[in-house]
Each structure stands twice: as structure tokens, then as C-alpha cells.
């Protein structure tokens, strides 16, 4: 399983690639390892927002593409349960999706 380090999603693979379906974002796949492709990710995994209420609470966060003030957030556990969460953030007007690592 490879996740997107632009925006945490489950990447799917594409030939040489690994294509990331919510913002695009692309990898080249490691030529030496062996990986198992799963079909999809199941529904409860993704997370959607679109213009209006998505359900995900808001902040006050600068977009860096669009530089609007609010921005929908939320916590996900991407790399190993010793290691602290990712919080994403998405624009509430150009539904940009960034995320920030606690280092």
C-alpha cells in the first residue's frame, strides 16, 4: 500500500507509477520491491469535501494556493501506531489539500 505525500491518500498503481486520485500526485514505484494491488479502497477510508457543510469541522489555516483563511481539517494515521497522527487541511473555497507533519 502507498500513500500520497502530497495528501495522504491511498495511492493506486498506474504501470511505472503510483497515481494518487484525489490531487493527482505522482510516484515512481520502487523497481526492486514486490507489492500486492488491492482493487479499491473501501468507502469509509476516503474522505470527500465539496462546497458546503462536509461534516469536517473548520479552522483558521492559510490555504497556500488560494490564500483563504478557513480550512476543513482532520487526523489520520499514516505511518506506524508509534508515530504521532497527519493533520489535512482543505480549503474551504478551492478544496486545495495540504497536510502537516508533526516533526
Known sequence: MEF???CGSMMKAEDELWVCSSCSNKQPK???ANYV????QEASEIIETGKGDSGLPTTDARCPECE???AYWYMQQI???DESETRFFVCTECEH???EDDH
Not at 37 to 40: A, L, M, Q
Open 37 to 40: 494491488i488491492t482493487d479499491d
Open 4 to 6: 500520497c505525500d502530497e
Open 97 to 99: 489539500k495540504w497536510r
Open 79 to 81: 505511518r506506524a501506531a
Open 68 to 70: 483563504n483563511d478557513r
Open 30 to 32: 520502487n523497481p526492486d
